[in-house]
């Protein structure tokens, strides 16, 4: 016997005939045909632009952009930088006590 499925299959194409007549339903297939090819067309493109997109990435990953030396300053020179705008004495010294002296000098000048 027929399942549920294959009964409204039959029950569509019987519909599609009395609605259009049989001269129609070859108009009706190729419409179907076309969507499916655009649909696939559009499925290729895609999963084409995302293998591209996905090799461009790892290529990028592996090329290292030079940074410009003059514009940009480690921590320890713009530490050195605020220490000796400030009048704090660095000779001698460690990052942390030169940081911890900054810190306490920062505080002296708020409170004046």
Known sequence: MLDGWELIIIGAVAIVIIMWGPSKIPEFAKAIGRAKGEFSKAQKEFTDAATAESTSTAA?????????????????????????????????????????????????LSAA
């Open 60 to 108: 990028v990953s592996t090329v290292t952009v030079p940074k410009p030396v003059a514009t940009i300053k480690t921590k320890d020179e713009m530490l050195l930088e605020t220490a000796q705008r400030l009048g704090v004495p660095t000779d001698g010294k460690t990052r942390e006590q030169i940081s911890e002296e900054i810190s306490m000098k920062v505080k002296s």
